[in-house]
């Protein structure tokens, strides 16, 4: 059986393509932002309470955008 090549496949290809691209782009954001709370919690820098809640909702804020972006690629949402 032959199948012609659509460009609606095309489409398809590429938007996954875009989507695993920026999964990818926040998984490594969150990598780097784990990375830097590991080094201020080995260094002698000790932020204040509201920098350390506004760092964990960063943290929450890239870990959410991961979860939608899952969400995207395997048609969960």
């Known amino acids: 059986m032959h ?3 659509t460009g609606s496949l095309q489409a398809e290809l590429s938007s996954r393509a875009r989507l695993e691209e920026d999964l990818y782009l926040q998984v490594d954001k ?11 919690d080995s260094g002698d ?12 909702l960063v943290v929450e ?3 959410l955008a991961i979860r939608r972006l ?3 690629l395997f048609g969960n949402s």
């Open 45 to 56: 820098y000790q932020p204040g309470p509201a920098v350390r809640n506004h760092y964990s």
């Open 30 to 40: 969150l990598v780097a932002l784990v990375s830097v709370q590991a080094a201020l």
């Open 3 to 5: 199948h012609q090549f």
């Open 61 to 63: 804020e890239h870990a």
């Open 70 to 72: 899952l969400e995207q």
